[in-house]
């Protein structure tokens, strides 16, 4: 039966390319576009109804209705082919590149990827308008986001928080119920603030929109983190009572981080000399303080006197003759890089960890947005934001394991061409991150306008050991190429250098908000963003800025700290330690005549020994 209705289809496909042929273009062998086009409307958009036409046309009682639909695709692509050489060598380059035809509907990949989860993501739209969603165990492990600046990227990573949201409150979201019992643990790091701000008043209009009971819900679910001129999102780096890693771990992390931001340039001595004083404050589980700081570098007895309080002799025995081990210039550079800070900084980082015990968020929390870049209200130095940056990402990386492996998790970082290049350390972590985490039920996004920015060792581990990668428009997506582009069974068609200038080109010219996602073992699907209404849509009689004072007052305060009660909190702890732990001074040798003899010298001494006295009388 199979074979006969094959015959059939290529039998009335021939018959039906001479009806064609005959009947457009005379004796002419390869007839021109607009005798195509008058059969079939434009050359470029051959349709299957255009194909059906012309069956009908050749012998419509002996084409069997059940080889209609097979013989009009064949003869679609053999006419297209046939007439319009453009086209041909279009379709021979698309086919070569590995980029998906948008005229070919991938609803099997996509059913696969929804795995008929009810807590499936929404992710965009085939050309069919068939939704395409993904299960949380594929779309939050590692993944890769590009795109140029104004190609949709930052609207689907909105969609995305506020599909989370809405769910995680009960709610319907982009015409789908939320999944029963919906939990979800999800970050935002931005070093970019764009993405951060507008996400602030979508937040607060949502907030707007809902009940009493939901809006507080909606407060103690998000955790903020910003600087701003009132409040303080405290931040404790040498924290490390919980025990995640040991003390030395923690303080040579956060020496790795601090020997790659700000403007000077570090060196071996100040790099071993940040280490082993972050492992004090880590021993000692105080905060950063450049009075503290001046005290122990150059407060011998109060410095001595403070290591009777550190556990590791290692520690001690280091700090106890630091004169003897690190050059005056090295302590006085260091001294120079803590003093030389912002007071939104000192604040941030400068409350004791036992305070900050009774500001931690709730068990409520479930989200996180960082802004690491910069403010509507206030400018600090970029070296500053990606300072607190690398350190957030540095503490999500620590807490993974301990996580609750039955919630989902994910950490979006934006722009990570910011702030990766040369930061060899972070790139280690993440490189680890990336390969181990799967395992606890965590992922990470990572998103980058210039591929070319993220350091190629970490390009590669994402390729082996992320799960889905993703492109908008872009100039610079050759880099995604080996994601995008499977190049098995095409090695024979075409060379690779021209695959891959045949894929640059189609990437550099999708429309907005169309994109290439690939999920590994799925063929990568074209799709189209989810609208998401510009803001200005939205406001209504609001304006931009109401609605982020509405969401610092209501949601944003919730987590962070005022400034009148940080810098009390800093004053308590520099009383208690810095100004009381006095040592007293050394007595004053009383000035005494020189010594004439030897018992006159060892008597000023005070120290002649009894065996010795009755030597010298002898």
């Not at 103690?220 to 600087?227: A, E, K, L």
């Not at 570098?297 to 001595?304: A, L, S, V």
């Not at 490189?431 to 181990?436: C, H, K, P």
């Amino acid at each position: 039966m199979k074979r006969r209705t094959l015959l059939s289809v290529w039998s009335t496909t021939l018959a039906s390319l001479a009806f064609a042929l005959t009947a457009t273009a005379g004796i002419a062998p390869r007839p021109a576009a607009p005798t195509a086009n008058r059969l079939f409307g434009s050359s470029s958009d051959l349709s299957t109804e255009g194909s059906l036409n012309v069956i009908n046309q050749v012998e419509p009682t002996t084409v069997r209705p059940e080889c209609r639909k097979e013989t009009s695709h064949v003869l679609r692509r053999l006419i297209q082919n046939y007439y319009d050489p453009l086209s041909r060598q279009q379709a021979i380059e698309r086919e070569s590149a590995r980029i998906p035809d948008p005229g070919i509907a991938l609803d099997g990949a996509a059913n696969r990827l929804a795995a008929s989860e009810p807590a499936a993501l929404p992710l965009g739209r085939l050309p069919n308008d068939h939704l395409v969603r993904v299960d949380q165990r594929t779309l939050f492990q590692s993944g890769l986001l590009q795109g140029a600046s104004g190609s949709g990227k930052t609207r689907l990573i909105l969609q995305w928080f506020m599909t989370l949201l809405r769910w995680s409150l009960g709610l319907p979201a982009e015409g789908l119920a939320a999944p029963p019992d919906f939990r979800i643990e999800a970050e935002l790091a931005d070093a970019k603030f764009e993405t951060f701000s507008e996400l602030q008043a979508r937040v607060a209009l949502l907030w707007q929109s809902l009940t009493d009971e939901l809006r507080e819900r909606l407060a103690r679910m998000i955790r903020v983190i910003d600087f701003s001129p009132t409040h303080v999102a405290a931040f404790a780096p040498y924290d490390n009572r919980a025990g995640l890693v040991s003390g030395a771990f923690l303080s040579r992390l956060r020496a790795d981080v601090l020997a790659q931001v700000g403007p000077y340039t570090v060196t071996a001595q100040m790099h071993q000399l940040l280490y082993m004083y972050g492992w004090l404050l880590t021993d000692l589980a105080f905060p950063p303080n450049d009075r503290l700081a001046d005290r122990v570098f150059r407060d011998i007895p109060f410095r001595r006197r403070l290591l009777e309080r550190v556990p590791d002799p290692d520690l001690r025995l280091y700090f106890w003759d630091l004169e003897h081990r690190i050059a005056r210039q090295t302590v006085d550079a260091l001294l120079r890089r803590i003093q030389f800070s912002f007071p939104e900084v000192k604040r941030a980082i400068g409350i004791p960890p036992r305070d900050l015990d009774r500001f931690n968020p709730g068990p409520d929390v479930r989200f996180v947005f960082g802004n690491y870049g910069q403010s509507r209200r206030m400018t600090l130095p970029p070296s500053i934001g990606f300072e607190r940056l690398k350190h957030r990402v540095v503490d999500v990386q620590l807490g993974v394991p301990r996580r609750d492996r039955s919630i989902p998790g994910v950490c979006v970082l934006e722009e990570v061409g910011l702030y990766l290049p040369g930061d060899t350390s972070l790139i280690e972590t993440l490189m680890t991150s990336t390969r181990a985490h799967r395992a606890f039920g965590f992922g990470l996004i990572y998103c980058t306008q210039d591929p070319e920015g993220i350091d190629k060792s970490l390009w590669r581990t994402l390729g082996v050991n992320s799960r889905w990668a993703a492109s908008f428009r872009s100039p610079l997506a050759d880099e995604f190429f080996q994601h995008l582009t499977p190049s098995s069974g095409l090695n024979g068609v075409r060379s690779d250098a021209e695959r891959r200038r045949t894929f640059a080109r189609e990437m550099a010219n999708l429309p907005r908000q169309h994109f290439i996602f690939h999920a590994k073992g799925e063929p990568a699907l074209p799709l189209r963003t989810l609208d998401v209404p510009d803001l200005d849509r939205l406001l209504g009689d609001q304006s931009e800025d109401e609605l982020v004072d509405l969401f610092n007052r209501e949601i944003a305060a919730r987590t962070m700290i005022p400034n009148a009660v940080a810098d009390d909190l800093i004053a308590r702890f520099e009383a208690e330690v810095v100004d009381r732990l006095e040592v007293p001074p050394p007595p004053v040798p009383a000035k005494r005549e020189p010594a004439r003899t030897f018992r006159e010298l060892l008597s000023q001494l005070d120290a002649l020994p009894e065996p010795l006295e009755d030597a010298i009388d002898e």
